[in-house]
């Protein structure tokens, strides 16, 4: 097939997600990820011209919404699947918003979620896509903290856990911009707490904030996540000598 004949077929049989139509799918992984994300640019400014789902009940807006969503959801599968992390830095303008209002499109969850799981799934770049991240995170900052700290929660797990030996995101920490990391490690740290908080009451908190604030040796997997943040956070204060 052409990838007009699969745009074609994806938009006839929508709504359709990748996983119930595999035979699009690997059709469509033929193609190159350059032409790809040109090609999911150009969905991503179709679907923005529309209006937002929740203010229409017209079924042919509707229609030509879950037209541009399936595509989309094609597309960003097909690039995860050929496994190339240099992508990420051209889909992080696809992540949405805290305050989705400016955002040229309104994502529901399952849209949202695909691509931004995606952009930290190891199980499509391995380790590859943390160095890569941390170089352009800075980008979604302020704009898209939740996204933020959720990406910074995937890369610290993989470290401690898939890639405990290599440590990338320790190694790799040089290629974080200084003033936005450091905010999404003042963030992610103040996250951990609250919910320290909520889980074991304060003084379970209080005596996680008195760890932290002393020097932190070293960390493994099965420490608290605020050690394991407030270890990278010591790491890079002491990497631009602050």
């Known amino acids: 097939m052409t990838k007009e004949q699969i745009y074609q077929e994806i938009r006839n049989r929508s709504p359709i997600y990748s996983g119930e139509a595999p035979e699009l799918l690997e059709d469509l992984q033929e193609f190159k990820n350059d032409e790809l994300l040109q090609d999911l640019e150009v969905v991503y400014q179709e679907w923005g011209a529309l209006p937002r789902i929740y203010r229409t009940d017209e079924k042919e807006e509707i229609f030509h919404i879950q037209q541009c969503e399936s595509l989309f959801e ?6 995860f699947n050929h496994a190339d992390s240099s992508v990420i830095p051209f889909l992080l303008k696809y992540v ?19 691509i931004c799981n995606g952009i930290s799934d190891s199980r499509y770049f391995g380790e590859s896509y943390i160095p890569v991240l941390l170089g352009c995170i800075h980008e979604l900052v302020p704009r ?18 898939k890639f405990s030996e290599t440590q990338p995101l320790i190694r790799n920490l040089y290629l974080a911009e ?8 003042d963030c992610s740290i103040e996250q951990s707490l609250e919910e320290l908080k909520r889980k074991n009451g304060q003084e379970a908190m209080n ?16 420490d ?10 010591q790491a890079f204060v002491k990497l631009h000598g602050l």
């Open 74 to 79: 094609f597309l960003t599968e097909a690039i």
């Open 96 to 114: 949405p918003s805290d305050d989705d209002v400016s955002d040229l499109v309104f994502m529901e969850d399952y849209s949202s979620e695909q």
């Open 144 to 161: 898209a903290m939740m996204s933020t700290k959720s990406f910074f929660f995937d890369m610290l797990y993989d470290n401690f856990n």
């Open 178 to 185: 200084k003033e936005p990391f450091i905010k999404i490690l």
């Open 207 to 222: 005596q996680a904030i008195s760890r932290i604030s002393r020097p932190i040796v070293s960390v493994n997997y099965d």
């Open 224 to 233: 608290e996540s605020v050690d394991q943040k407030a270890f990278i956070r």
